[in-house]
T-cell receptor
Framework: DAEITQSPRHKITETGRQVTLACHQT?????MFWYRQDLGHGLRLIHY???????NKGEVSDGYSVSRSNTEDLPLTLESAASSQTSVYFC?????????FGPGTRLTVT | SQKIEQNSEALNIQEGKTATLTCNYT??????LQWYRQDPGRGPVFLLL???NEKEKRKERLKVTFDTTLKQSLFHITASQPADSATYLC????????????WGAGTKLIIKP
């Protein structure tokens, strides 16, 4: 069965460190998205991609970067982790409208 | 400012009754609206999509309405069951946004036996 996976599921890191969160989908979807979810907020879009070599900034992209070298993967990098980036991160993919989500990565920046 | 609002307080419903959740938005021109279910520790799961020119959509025990004049969508679960307990998120696709969604914060639904 097709799926979307994220790793690690939990991560604790220190302020200032570079962190990369992995996202891998086997749906063969062109569209991929990274969100963060914080209490009291809706999912907020960090970055998104419509295909290989395409990346775009979302609503809350400062301090984050992505790259898309193949259809399956969209890794999210925190260049220099800050405490404000403590959150749950979700990756999603879509063909058209419906988005399929991964299980999430809980990131704590100490 | 542009925003989507869902009831932040949990909704407690007796098993067997109909649960109704509300999603209101301002200052958007929607193409369609989606509803998702999210269980603790998991990613959201798609439930239903309704387009701007549709008034109502049904899927088994689920029904969604969309009133672009009132800028509101209602999500109904009939004959509710404890297994329906979860957080329900609405997401709005704005015209010409290329599949980007604007999300509400979600409403927690608790179905009591």
């Amino acid at each position: 069965d097709a799926e979307i996976t994220q790793s690690p599921r939990h991560k604790i890191t220190e302020t200032g460190r570079q962190v990369t969160l992995a996202c891998h989908q086997t749906w063969n979807h062109n569209n991929m998205f990274w969100y963060r979810q914080d209490l009291g907020h809706g999912l907020r879009l960090i970055h998104y991609s419509y295909g290989v070599q395409d990346t775009n900034k979302g609503e809350v992209s400062d301090g984050y970067s992505v790259s898309r070298s193949n259809t399956e993967d969209l890794p999210l990098t925190l260049e220099s982790a800050a405490s404000s980036q403590t959150s749950v991160y979700f990756c999603a993919s879509s063909d058209l409208y419906e988005q399929y989500f991964g299980p999430g990565t809980r990131l704590t920046v100490t | 400012s542009q925003k989507i609002e869902q009831n932040s307080e949990a909704l407690n419903i007796q098993e067997g009754k109909t649960a109704t959740l509300t999603c209101n938005y301002t200052n958007y021109s929607p193409a369609y609206l989606q509803w998702y279910r999210q269980d603790p520790g998991r990613g959201p799961v798609f439930l239903l999509l309704i387009r701007e020119n549709e008034k109502e959509k049904r899927k088994e025990r689920l029904k969604v309405t969309f009133d672009t004049t009132l800028k509101q969508s209602l999500f109904h679960i009939t004959a509710s069951q404890p297994a329906d307990s979860a957080t329900y998120l609405c997401a709005l696709d704005v015209k010409d946004s290329n599949y980007q969604l604007i999300w509400g914060a979600g409403t927690k639904l608790i179905i009591k036996p």
